[in-house]
């Protein structure tokens, strides 16, 4: 029985057809705008308040408009964004080492292994210099060298010094500079701030993104907002594993609302693998830490030769140590792409190499460094990674290797948006994680800042002019017809799962869940494992809507509603996910289908099959519409990096 249909194709057609270098400066050229006078009467809201969705709030509000901005957390500058740590990528060339806005472009459409659009990838590299001139005026203290220029390191995937950095709290000290700019327009009035609100749905009028539904997460209370333009930037995925690196609030519920509203969900099975996370320590834990790529630069990765060795590493020689990624990609060692690092990771343990609980992990040994370097060296670089690796596992990373082991990480997967950031609801915009548009099946490290602030202060207040400028917007009241349905609909939906009374809570059926992921849909998938969990996860879903325990009311503070909404939603976008993942008979990036790998274990794509974006309408049938990729500047290869 077909699981889904195959409809009609789908192009991008806000990218001009002029040379690559050009297109972004004729689009914002070509873009209609909206007088300073006019950008008054427009209201606009915008979900998150991460990097991408602080950096857009304010950069709208500046420019005049009416700003209506949510966030889940009690205050903006807890978005998730804070805890990204190894640095943001841009194609300055401080080091004068070959790199350059070609060679950035190039790296990053080779690392999401040429399943990215030329054109968005291009524009990212060119504006990743402006990010960094903005964020050093807003004053975030990147590392600086003796001589006061701005430091850079390397990250995975890539063979320049391109990644700028604050020791190992970049996310956050860049979220402080846009969260900055954001509290000046919410003092001036230019922004309404709702924190501890969260989206329950979009509202939709005549076929276009006019406002959402919230709750407010202390009283219950939910609300209609309405606006001119609906913008999302509330991050990725990750958490259908249950188990990954996100904190435990990111979900997927407000892009996963709009898909079920008309927004096509593109490539939901390209989820990352971090390679260097602490391994998991016992069925207690509800989450994961990460370990910064940037210990990549001067750690070591090995296990050892002989299977089974469970001496401690110091009693190890250096002899009997396998290298294993210096062995196997000598040009790039240590710092292959995420994706090639884990798999090595994964297969090492597999084999019986594992260290420490289980033989699941890998050593990132940092003596050679500290002998090279001297510990205030390494302290500088990486002091508060190592401190905080001490705290979790009681382990001095000074003294004895970290243990590591892959895990969920980022979502290269979102919502489908074409050149302006619009998805297939106009007027409803996508940023940041949240939209699928630059990292193909693998996202490279340290790119990630990159893309949200990008998309927040330069890409989205210039192409949400043009939609704003070119469209007229009847007056609407939360009275309206379509309106009062979508927030019935809403609320009917909380109501629901208060009144199942069942037995079980909801964070088993999200482990359950998040298990069967990890083992069918992680890193490695094969037709019969992702065919075992389609039939299964449609039956824990039903399962759930019987048997699932919400204690407490809708009219309070109430976090298991919340979490049971959440879980929901990933009951379904999990279906989604090994749907997509069964349908890409290839191997690519992040997405590594057990049937389709090379003679020596790497990926294998398929190109004239499987060169497209995979573009999912949502429907009791799920349609299939493909975006054709076109490479006229990269070649695509089989990648090395050898």
């Known amino acids: 029985m077909s699981r889904y249909t195959v409809g009609a194709p789908l192009a991008d057609t806000k990218a001009p057809g002029v040379d690559l270098e050009k297109r972004w400066a004729e689009r914002k050229f070509t873009a209609k705008l909206v007088n300073p006078a006019n950008r008054r009467k427009h209201r606009v809201i ?117 990644t700028f950095y604050a020791r190992g709290q970049t996310g956050q000290q860049l979220l402080l500079g846009a969260y900055q700019a954001l509290s000046r327009q919410i003092d001036a009035g230019s922004v309404e701030m709702h924190a501890r609100t969260e989206m329950l749905d979009l509202v939709v009028v005549d076929g276009r993104a006019r406002g959402v539904v919230a709750r407010d997460l202390i009283t219950g209370e939910i609300t209609t907002h309405l606006a001119d333009a609906v913008v999302l930037a509330t991050g990725g995925y990750g958490n259908v594993f249950f188990l990954s690196t996100n904190a435990k609030g990111s979900n997927a519920s407000a892009i996963w609302r709009a898909h079920r509203r008309g927004a096509h969900f593109a490539n ?73 690092a884990s798999r090595a990771a994964k297969n090492r343990c597999d084999a019986g190499f594992g260290v420490g609980p289980g033989g699941q992990g890998v050593y990132l040994d940092f003596a050679d460094a500290i002998a090279r370097l001297g510990r205030p060296a390494i302290e500088a670089r990486y002091g508060n990674l190592f401190d905080m690796y001490q705290r979790i596992t009681a382990e001095d990373p000074y003294r004895v ?42 996202r490279l490290g340290a790119s990630a800042l990159m893309q949200g602030l990008a998309d927040g202060y330069f890409v989205l207040p210039a192409t949400l002019n043009d939609y704003l400028g070119g469209t007229s917007f009847e007056a609407l009241t939360p009275a309206h017809p379509e309106v009062a349905a979508v927030e019935a609909e809403a609320a009917g939906r909380l109501d629901r799962l208060l009144s199942v009374g069942g037995t079980r809570t909801v964070d088993s059926f999200h482990r359950e869940l998040g298990l069967l992921m990890w083992d069918h849909c992680g890193m490695s998938r094969s037709e019969s494992g992702l065919r075992k969990a389609l039939e299964r996860v449609p039956e824990l879903r039903a399962e759930f809507w019987r048997s699932v325990r919400v204690p407490g009311t809708g009219t309070e503070l109430n976090q298991e509603l919340e979490k049971a909404n959440r879980v929901a939603d990933f009951l379904e976008l999990a279906e989604l996910m090994l749907l997509d993942a069964l349908v890409r008979e290839e191997s690519c990036g992040g997405h590594f289908r057990e049937e389709h790998q090379t003679a020596e274990g790497e990926a294998l794509r398929d190109d004239a099959r499987f060169g497209h974006v995979a573009a999912w309408e949502y429907g009791s049938e799920p349609v299939l519409h493909h975006e054709e990729l076109t490479f006229d500047h990269v070649h695509p290869t089989q990648r090395s990096y050898t």
């Open 46 to 162: 915008v979900v998150g308040t991460g990097l991408a969705g602080a950096s857009a709030g304010a950069t709208l509000a500046e420019q005049g408009y009416q700003v209506v901005q949510f966030c889940f957390q009690d205050s903006p500058r807890r978005a998730h964004s804070v805890a990204a740590q190894g640095g943001i990528n841009a194609a300055k060339n401080y080091r004068n080492d070959g790199d350059s806005v070609h060679r950035l472009f190039y790296d990053t459409v080779k690392g999401g292994d040429f399943r990215s659009r030329e054109s968005n990838v291009y524009r990212l590299a060119e504006i990743s210099a402006q990010i960094i001139d903005q964020a050093v005026a807003q004053g975030v203290p990147f590392a600086r060298e003796y001589g006061g220029l701005l430091d850079t390191r390397s990250f995975g995937g890539v063979q320049v010094q391109r």
């Open 268 to 340: 939901p099975c390209f989820t990352q693998i971090h390679p260097t996370c602490i391994p998991r320590s016992g069925e207690h834990q509800s989450k994961l830490t990460l370990m910064s790529e940037s210990l990549r630069n001067d750690g070591r990765i090995w296990v050892p030769k002989r299977a089974g060795d469970t001496r401690p590493p110091g009693e190890i020689p250096e002899d009997e140590r396998d290298y294993y990624l210096e062995r196997m990609y000598p040009s790039f060692g240590n710092l292959v792409p995420r994706d090639i």
């Open 401 to 442: 290797p970290m243990r590591i082991y892959p895990a969920i990480h980022y979502t290269m997967g979102g919502l489908w948006v074409d050149y302006d950031l619009q998805s297939t609801i106009p007027g409803l915009f996508v940023i940041g994680e949240a939209n699928f548009s630059d990292h193909g099946a693998n």
